[in-house]
């Protein structure tokens, strides 16, 4: 990861907290059912990279299609800050909502536009 970004961020009503080393050159946006529906805006980063800060007891795992993406989401308020899987090498990973960080500005990114309906 050449630019890594310290981030924290969480879901809406607070209760899940997270903090991760991330590329904001890498954010990518994915036109698949799920990543489409709910507007994301992803980066990815090595689970070691990534920490659970508060609220993992509030969290809700959600899996579809090849059911290889815990999407976890707040049972609180229903906001997904982000998601664990792994790499296609094999490591694990946090796929990072960055509509859920603090102090990112979206709009001077350019995310990555990946075709994943045809994943």
């Known amino acids: 990861m050449a630019d ?3 981030v924290r961020g969480g879901c809406h009503c607070g ?3 997270f903090e991760a080393s991330v590329d904001l050159a ?3 946006e994915c036109n ?3 990543c489409a529906m709910k507007g994301f805006v ?3 980063t090595p689970a070691e990279k990534f920490k659970i800060l508060s609220g993992e ?5 959600y899996r579809f299609n090849k059911k290889q993406i815990r ?4 049972s609180l308020c229903g906001v997904q800050p982000f998601g664990m899987g792994k790499h296609p090498d094999g490591g694990e990973m946090a796929a990072v909502n960055l509509r859920c960080v603090e102090n990112v500005d979206l709009s001077t990114l350019q995310p990555q536009q990946v075709d994943g309906k045809s994943f």
């Open 71 to 74: 999407h976890l989401f707040c």
């Open 42 to 44: 992803l980066t990815f």
């Open 15 to 17: 209760a899940v907290r």
């Open 32 to 34: 698949c059912s799920h």
């Open 4 to 6: 890594a970004t310290n």
């Open 26 to 28: 890498g954010a990518m």
């Open 57 to 61: 007891d509030k969290l809700t795992e």
